[in-house]
């Protein structure tokens, strides 16, 4: 069974900083997609940012993107130019890229709550 | 257009009762899934639909836990005898189908068990 644990309950960062959330995963699996996910107190899940396995190149989305190491099975997320809104539990997850044993659930890790500091 | 809804917000419950959960997807999203979030804890999966049928209830802890989606469109997730253990954020998402399409999430259920 696939596992995905983040090690850094929280984090905090100065407004206008960069700051890096860690996330390592565990599978049997060559193909898959990871995840990092937004969810602010409303606790509504937002997509941050996505990465497909079998992409070399990391995945980037404005001020947000990651560095997907594969043979080490580690996917951290970087926010540049923090920003107060950034504010958040961010949360990694996985999910397999064939229906297999499991229908495309996203298996996520415990969460790692982000404060911005103005 | 509208994203996913989820109703009530909010639910109170004494130990024992029964309730109901309703998630109302994207229009267009055959795949629909529930999943648990615990105090502290990340989303876990409960249950899968891809269109009416329930493709992977693997997820659901025991048989007090049971949900429907009878027109494909409106899921009902539905807790008998309720515990004080249920007390979770139950969380709502719905896709297109295939496993590359994001999955859209509604703002969630509180339940609270007294």
């Known amino acids: 069974a696939q596992t995905v644990t983040q090690s850094q309950p929280e984090m905090s960062v100065q407004e206008a900083e960069t700051v890096t959330l860690s996330c390592t995963y565990d599978t049997s699996e060559s193909d898959y997609y990871l995840f990092w996910y937004k969810q602010p107190p409303s606790r509504q899940m937002i997509l941050v940012i996505r990465?497909?396995?079998?992409?070399?190149q990391n995945a980037t989305e404005n001020r947000f993107s990651v560095n997907f190491q594969k043979a080490a099975k580690s996917f951290s997320l970087k926010i540049s130019d923090s920003q107060l809104g950034d504010a958040a539990m961010y949360f990694c997850a996985y999910r397999s890229s064939n229906y297999g044993g499991s229908q495309g659930n996203l298996i996520f890790g415990k969460g790692t709550k982000l404060s911005v500091k103005p | 257009g509208a994203g996913v809804s989820q109703t009530p917000s909010n639910k109170v419950t004494e130990k024992g009762k029964y309730v109901e959960l309703r998630c109302d997807p994207i229009s267009g999203h055959t795949a629909l899934y529930w999943y648990r979030q615990s105090l502290g804890q990340g989303p876990e999966f409960l249950i899968y639909?891809?269109?009416?049928?329930?493709?992977?209830d693997s997820g659901l802890p025991n048989d007090r836990f049971f949900a429907v989606r009878p027109e494909g469109s409106v899921s009902t997730l539905k807790i008998q005898r309720t515990e004080r253990g249920d007390s979770a954020v139950y969380l709502c998402?719905?896709?297109?189908?295939?496993?590359?399409?994001?999955?859209?999430f509604g703002p969630g259920t509180r339940l609270t068990v007294l």
């Open positions: 998402a719905s896709s297109l189908v295939g496993l590359y399409n994001e999955q859209f």
């Open positions: 639909f891809q269109g009416t049928g329930a493709a992977d």
């Open positions: 990465q497909e396995a079998y992409k070399q």
